[in-house]
């Protein structure tokens, strides 16, 4: 009877710590790839007033085929939209860029060429098909302004 308590105490330790359920399978997706904006949201709050957000979706045909490539450490933006000829496209944003990205902090540094101050943000999410990057922009100290862009993985 001794040995029989002995043994349940026991198992139940090893139940009680042994075992670590280490369920911790967060599958992380790379940044890198093709991806489609889908939308934007602006957000604008000035002091003493109240938040104004607007939303603007990528949904004309020429919106559809605007395309944010990250590489390694580089990348290129290209936003389309209509052209002067009806049923054309023509490019509104095209530019080369590089990057910083930290995958522990979630912070995005995008610097385009040609451009002097980069854009600084954060990934909010990142994941098998969904991009959403948030940039702020805080160089008036009266308003804070931030711009999330939603972007859709495009398959290769």
Do not use: H
């Not at 040995?3 to 670590?20: E, P, R």
């Not at 045909?61 to 496209?89: H, L, M």
């Not at 080369?96 to 999410?125: L, M």
């Amino acid at each position: 009877m001794k040995k029989l308590a002995l043994l349940f105490a026991g198992l139940s330790l090893f139940v009680a710590t042994g075992c670590n359920n280490d369920d911790d399978n967060t599958m992380e997706y790379p940044i890198v790839g093709t991806w489609q904006p889908i939308k934007k949201v602006v957000t604008t709050v000035a002091i003493g007033e109240d938040p104004v957000s607007d939303g603007i979706s990528f949904d004309t045909d020429c919106q559809k085929t605007s395309r944010w490539v990250f590489a390694a450490s580089s990348g290129k933006r290209t936003d389309n939209g209509d052209g002067t000829s009806p049923g054309t496209c023509q490019p509104t944003f095209d530019r080369n860029f590089t990057y910083t990205y930290d995958k522990d902090t979630k912070a995005i540094q995008v610097k385009y060429q040609g451009i002097v101050e980069p854009d600084k943000g954060s990934v909010v999410t990142l994941n098998e098909t969904t991009l959403n990057i948030k940039f702020e922009d805080t160089s008036d100290p009266t308003e804070y302004q931030s711009t999330t862009y939603t972007l859709k993985r495009i398959p290769q």
